[in-house]
């Protein structure tokens, strides 16, 4: 089958790999029919986590299940179905207390000689776990959005749950990538009063309004910092959405968090040291956030996108093939597009 692998800084090729077999009775073989590029996925394409050999790469991904192993009992042949960035048991006690991040029984797509998103099929172990059986077909139009459940919705989700997001609550979302604007929609749905999004993009920011925003501070540092104690009265903002995941985004945080608030880091961390001194101590903040626990979120999710209440596909503005799939790393990379679709 044909797979996406990643060679280094720019160098994405599409190549033969061995096909997916079962090797665990509790294996699936999904055949894909939408991936995604993931902001993450930047990172290696960008060269800031070297790589010494073509990897296989992907972690956002749906399709159809073609295979099962003996012990799979909730799907079968031909289900369609959603796969969620991590896979997992769904019934340790890590997944129980939604730390499906933490599974006994889980790990990360592309490792450790495990498939990736982004090809023709994967192999899915813990598949009763893992797997999500969905109501629609795999050309539904509703799959955009559906597909944005696999990770960004989640992860945007998860950023307000974990900062307390609640009726009435202020806040502001640091990014305008898909995460931060899924950020956005998931504070709405959660009855925000007051959202303000940090972006300079404006058809980001415009989609972002669409989503719920009320405000737009495109300024950066000190300059973002000062914007958002403007709007708060000099107070900050009691509740912050950190999703980009570099050393600037969570300084503005920490400037612009109001004392007593909560800052949640759902962005994938691009540094090591991060200020928690003294003063950061007297301000008495909450510091959360991490891996989202996307199985724990999408059952009460799905509802609403299947319904059209929300509609979180809108982040996607670019669709290639599998064979074009590195004209979308580049498109991403060079911010010409927001989030990019990928139908095998």
Not at 220 to 228: D, K, S
Not at 232 to 261: I, K
Not at 266 to 276: D, I, K, S
Request: charged share 25%; glycine share 14%; aromatic share 4%.
């Amino acid at each position: 089958m044909r797979a996406t692998l990643i060679y280094g800084r720019g160098d994405v090729r599409v190549e033969e790999v061995p096909d997916p077999v079962l090797r665990e009775p509790t294996d699936a073989i999904v055949r894909v029919t939408r991936a995604c590029v993931c902001g993450s996925d930047l990172h290696r394409y960008r060269g800031m986590d070297p790589v010494d050999e073509g990897l296989r790469i992907g972690h956002e991904f749906m399709g159809v299940v073609e295979e099962t192993g003996a012990d799979v009992g909730s799907v079968r042949r031909g289900d369609v179905v959603l796969v969620p960035f991590l896979w997992c048991d769904n019934s340790c006690d890590f997944c129980r207390d939604g730390l499906h991040g933490s599974c006994r029984n889980g790990g990360r797509w592309a490792v450790g000689g495990l498939d990736g998103g982004q090809g023709e099929a994967a192999r899915v172990p813990q598949a009763d776990g893992t797997l999500i059986k969905l109501p629609v077909g795999a050309d539904d139009p509703v799959i955009p959005s559906v597909m944005a459940l696999s990770d960004v919705l989640p992860t945007g989700h998860h950023a307000a749950v974990t900062a307390g997001v609640g009726k009435g609550a202020t806040v502001a979302v640091i990014g305008d990538g898909a995460v931060g604007l899924c950020a956005v929609l998931a504070a709405a749905r959660l009855g925000a009063e007051r959202i303000v999004l940090l972006g300079r993009h404006q058809a980001r920011t415009d989609l972002g309004r669409r989503f719920g925003a009320t405000d737009v501070v495109p300024e950066r540092g000190a300059a973002a910092v000062a914007a958002l104690r403007e709007l708060t009265g000099g107070d900050g903002v009691p509740h912050v959405l950190e999703c980009v995941g570099n050393g600037e985004a969570f300084e503005t945080a920490l400037g612009g968090v109001r004392d007593g608030g909560t800052i949640s880091r759902v962005g994938v961390p691009q540094y090591t040291e991060a200020r928690l001194d003294f003063d950061v101590f007297m301000r008495n903040l909450t510091i959360t956030g991490g891996v989202a626990p996307a199985r724990r979120y999408v059952p009460e999710l799905l509802a609403e996108v299947l319904d059209g209440t929300i509609t979180p596909g809108e982040v996607f503005d670019l669709s290639v093939s599998l064979d074009d799939i590195a004209d979308g790393f580049r498109a991403m990379s060079d911010r010409e597009a927001l989030k990019v679709l990928v139908q095998p």
